[in-house]
């Protein structure tokens, strides 16, 4: 059975059983995860809905109400200002900043803790003249910490593999290089909704 047919099923229990315990009618929300199964049938995973990145929009507007002192016809103010910002990223041909931001950082003087990682020298030691260690680095908005979980590509079977951050570096040209220690996984679990990952014979390798 299909998740989205398992959600229609647990949907008309719940609902019948809320009737049949408490002596009432469906309240409106009740009768809206009704529309869910179908919804999620038609459309696939909730999640590629979602539109909660879409919402960071409002931090604008937000800023744009709070120094407006105006409250007459405030929304063609609004629609006035972003309008205007749009222009000038058109006459200033500007397009989208690769904005990057790190945490303190310091300067790596020892490298022989790195002589056993994969393709160290390939990607660091030709593009790194001089190296920076940070424990966070936030890039377009993504926030990369020491001992978070990357997933760093997929193997030939199209089955994804997954890298625990141990390192991160920078040079003075604001590149950034993540060593990782590799994890590997044997492929879905669909009971999890999970990939179970275990190590790999390479512990660590080097990811721009």
């Not at 260690?133 to 760093?152: E, F, Q």
Request: charged share 25%; proline share 4%.
């Amino acid at each position: 059975m299909s998740a989205a047919e398992l959600l229609k099923t647990f949907v008309k229990e719940h609902n019948t059983l809320y009737v049949q315990l408490f002596k009432d009618t469906l309240k409106p929300k009740m009768h809206f995860l009704v529309h869910y199964g179908r919804a999620l049938a038609d459309s696939r995973p909730i999640p590629y809905l979602s539109t909660i990145r879409y919402e960071a929009k409002h931090e604008v507007v937000k800023d744009s109400a709070n120094s407006t002192t105006s409250r007459r016809n405030v929304t063609c103010t609004f629609a006035l200002k972003m309008q205007l910002n749009l222009y000038e990223r058109f006459l200033a041909n500007k397009g989208f900043e690769d904005r990057l931001e790190t945490g303190p950082v310091d300067i790596v003087s020892d490298w022989t803790e790195f002589e056993n990682v994969e393709n160290f020298d390939q990607v660091v030691r030709s593009a790194f003249s001089r190296s920076l260690s940070t424990p966070w680095v936030d890039y377009k908005g993504t926030v990369y910490r020491m001992g978070s979980c990357v997933a760093l590509g997929v193997d030939d079977d199209t089955v994804p593999y997954f890298g625990i951050i141990s390192t991160i570096l920078e040079n003075d040209k604001e590149s950034v290089s993540l060593v990782c220690r590799v994890w590997s996984c044997d492929g879905f679990d669909s009971h999890m909704h999970a990939y179970p990952v275990k190590k790999k014979q390479v512990p660590t390798s080097v990811y721009s």
